[in-house]
Nanobody, 124 residues
Framework: QVQLVESGGGLVQAGGSLRLSCAAS????????VGWFRQAPGKERDFVAA????????YYADSVKGRFTISRDNAKNTVYLQMNSLKPEDTAVYYC?????????????????WGQGTQVTVSS
C-alpha cells in the first residue's frame, strides 16, 4: 500500500514557476514508477509526466516537454514536478500516481495509487 500527498500548488503569473512535490508513505515506494496528471474544470484527467522507479527514465506529454521536469529522491520518498514558463492553460488540479512495473505510460488505468491533488492556477 502506498499513500501519496501532493503539495506546492498555488497561484502564479504566466511565465512563472512552481515546484510540486509528491510525498509517499511506504517503504517500497522506490519500487514504483510515478506519474503526474492534471485535470482542468470540465475536462478529463490528462497525463503530464512519468518517471521510472530509479529515476533513470522519464516521459512527458508534448504539451509540457521542455518546460516541466520530473525527478525523484527515493531517500526522501518524494517525486517532484518542476514547472517553468507556466501558461494559463496549465491551470488544473495536479495529481501524482504510482504504478508497479517498469513501463512508463500515460494510461490512467495503469496507476494503482493516487493522491488527492493540488491546485495550480496560472493567471494571464
Amino acid at each position: 500500500q502506498v499513500q501519496l500527498v501532493e503539495s506546492g500548488g498555488g497561484l502564479v503569473q504566466a511565465g512563472g514557476s512552481l515546484r510540486l512535490s509528491c510525498a509517499a508513505s511506504g517503504r517500497t515506494f522506490s519500487m514504483y514508477a510515478v506519474g503526474w496528471f492534471r485535470q482542468a474544470p470540465g475536462k478529463e484527467r490528462d497525463f503530464v509526466a512519468a518517471i521510472s522507479w530509479s529515476g533513470a527514465s522519464t516521459y512527458y506529454a508534448d504539451s509540457v516537454k521542455g518546460r516541466f521536469t520530473i525527478s525523484r529522491d527515493n531517500a526522501k520518498n518524494t517525486v517532484y514536478l518542476q514547472m517553468n514558463s507556466l501558461k494559463p492553460e496549465d491551470t488544473a488540479v495536479y495529481y501524482c500516481a504510482a504504478k508497479g512495473g517498469v513501463e512508463l505510460t500515460a494510461t490512467r488505468g495503469s496507476y494503482l495509487y493516487w493522491g488527492q491533488g493540488t491546485q495550480v492556477t496560472v493567471s494571464s
